[in-house]
T-cell receptor
Framework: DTEVTQTPKHLVMGMTNKKSLKCEQHMGHRAMYWYKQKAKKPPELMFVYSYEKLSINESVPSRFSPECPNSSLLNLHLHALQPEDSALYLC??????????????FGSGTRLTVV | GQQVMQIPQYQHVQEGEDFTTYCNSSTTLSNIQWYKQRPGGHPVFLIQLVKSGEVKKQKRLTFQFGEAKKNSSLHITATQTTDVGTYFCAGPRSNDYKLSFGAGTTVTVRA
């Protein structure tokens, strides 16, 4: 299995809702990532998990809460989002090692709209 | 932190013609990666370059890593409609080695 699977593919939520994005990989990758991508922009790193521990939080607002239940799963819990949080949320995974010398495998993303 | 700069932002190409997109870093990179994102899709890993002066080919795509490991290029020959999309270069950040993406070159093809 060489894929990263993300669900749901599309999500519309109100500003008072709580929702979760899910990501799964079975490639044995020990680094997993959440990226946010706005239209016509490159992906922006949000969180990095290394060996199931949060290693990087790019000063993301607390209304985004990541979770890594095990080495194959990554969640992103959403609460009280703002309309400007509407974007494509991408999960990625890679082997973990020195120097960043591994390509990332991206999921197909969750297209989130906050109304 | 280290950033990779990418030009041009947009490339409009006649089908059958060649084009090149360029990526530059202010610091030496341990490696550079290239990704392609089709319209409505997600980034897909194309290739990684590690060695100074390295050149790799994938069919009509030629990737180069500069001698100083601060720049890279992607050259596409005989552009086809299947080449439409945004091409991103990405290099590891100097502080934590996580990927920093360039702004991307969005390619459109005139048939």
């Amino acid at each position: 299995d060489t894929e990263v699977t993300q669900t749901p593919k599309h999500l519309v939520m109100g500003m008072t809702n709580k929702k979760s994005l899910k990501c799964e990989q079975h490639m044995g990758h020990r680094a997993m990532y959440w990226y946010k991508q706005k239209a016509k922009k490159p992906p922006e790193l949000m969180f990095v998990y290394s060996y199931e521990k949060l290693s990087i939080n790019e000063s993301v607002p607390s209304r985004f809460s990541p979770e890594c239940p095990n080495s194959s799963l990554l969640n992103l819990h959403l609460h009280a989002l703002q309309p400007e949080d509407s974007a494509l949320y991408l999960c990625a995974s890679s082997q973990e090692g020195q120097g960043g010398n591994y390509g990332y495998t991206f999921g197909s993303g969750t297209r989130l709209t906050v109304v | 932190g280290q950033q990779v700069m990418q030009i041009p932002q947009y490339q409009h190409v006649q089908e059958g013609e060649d084009f090149t997109t360029y990526c530059n870093s202010s610091t030496t990179l341990s490696n550079i990666q290239w990704y392609k994102q089709r319209p409505g899709g997600h980034p897909v890993f194309l290739i990684q370059l590690v060695k100074s002066g390295e050149v790799k080919k994938q069919k009509r795509l030629t990737f180069q890593f500069g001698e100083a490991k601060k720049n890279s290029s992607l050259h596409i020959t005989a552009t086809q409609t299947t080449d439409v999309g945004t091409y991103f270069c990405a290099g590891p950040r100097s502080n934590d080695y996580k990927l920093s993406f360039g702004a991307g070159t969005t390619v459109t093809v005139r048939a």
